[in-house]
């Protein structure tokens, strides 16, 4: 629980140094500031949020443009806000032109994240993996990376700048014209590549292969599923799992949801007996009550402590 809890190094800094010290670092996936806690509870030392997840978290819609930079930026600072761990966090187009992503790396960096990654589409976007996608022309995609560099440098220097290329799927597009593009990118600021979408294992082998530059790999959709020993002979930096939690989520909550309509209240009885029993299965613990009270301890008047003295329910720890 990251209540009253700070760091005295810069998350850009954090992430740097995680990239330095795994070939790949894998991060998974989340989609809010819970599923963000999750996966920082099972180890990982670094997570992504999804824009597909904070479309369909927030809005209940697909990821299609429809997501805007306050709720992106807003679910974005409230993961990093919730977490000790670095958060790489998806922005979209940066929502508008060079100007606009501008004010979207500030925004971001303002929000406590390490990382963001901006990509090449056409407004309204679509998910990388799904049909129909367009890219801006090349100078204007350059200059939007151009912009990004120069606000992050201005701000933070440490923030970590992942430019997108989806040229490799999109209408009309090809391999050839992805891999020139996160070339460019690189040559205009950015400390990733993100070549989005190779079909096989022979084109992620050419993305690293003539990609000047670190290489970030996103293993979900269309894309081929790769051990991190293969992603390490292959020299992918840095591999995002961005869906796995959600589709995770989404199915235990169907399948919950379809017990409960069927038999009524006593399903839910046998699934907070299930969840009593699992190792995150004290709910008001993990969600940080013994944190709160020890802090009301250190800093509300001792006849405060007094509200917990005969009362019904979870009884929270005084212990840090």
């Not at 806000?81 to 979207?104: E, K, L, M």
């Not at 995002?240 to 919950?256: C, K």
């Amino acid at each position: 629980m990251r209540l009253g809890i700070g760091d005295a190094t810069r998350p850009g800094e954090r992430l740097r140094a995680l990239l330095a010290a795994h070939k790949p670092l894998v991060v998974p996936g989340c989609f809010n500031a819970l599923s963000a806690r999750i996966l920082e509870d099972a180890g990982f030392e670094a997570v992504y949020m999804s824009g597909y997840g904070t479309s369909l978290n927030l809005l209940g819609l697909p990821d299609a443009g429809l997501a805007t930079l306050s709720e992106m930026a807003l679910n974005a600072k409230l993961i990093a806000s919730a977490v000790r761990v670095p958060v790489i966090a998806d922005a979209d187009t940066g929502f508008g032109n060079a100007i606009n992503v501008i004010r979207s790396v500030e925004e971001y960096i303002r929000g406590g994240v390490a990382g963001m990654h901006l990509e090449d589409q056409v407004a309204p976007k679509r998910c990388g993996h799904v049909a129909g996608r367009e890219v801006i022309g090349r100078a204007e995609a350059v200059a939007k990376i151009r912009a990004a560099a120069d606000a992050r440098s201005q701000l933070d220097p440490s923030f970590v700048l992942i430019a997108r290329t989806d040229a490799r799927g999109a209408h009309g597009g090809s391999l050839e014209e992805a891999i020139w593009r996160a070339n460019a990118f690189l040559d205009a600021g950015a400390d990733l590549a993100f070549v989005e979408g190779p079909a096989s294992v022979e084109e992620v082998a050419r993305v690293c292969r003539e990609v000047r530059g670190p290489v970030f790999y996103n293993m979900t959709g269309i894309s081929p599923r790769l051990s991190a020993e293969e992603m390490g002979r292959l020299g992918i930096a840095c591999c995002i799992l961005p869906g796995a939690l959600m589709r995770q989520a989404i199915m235990s909550m169907a399948d919950l949801a379809a017990e409960l309509r069927q038999e009524g209240p006593m399903a839910e009885a046998r699934m907070d007996a299930r969840f009593k029993a699992h190792r995150l299965g004290n709910l008001h613990g993990f969600a940080g009550f013994d944190r709160i009270r020890a802090l009301e301890a250190a800093y509300l008047p001792e006849e405060a402590q007094g509200k917990y003295e005969g009362g019904l329910g979870y009884a929270p720890s005084e212990a840090r």
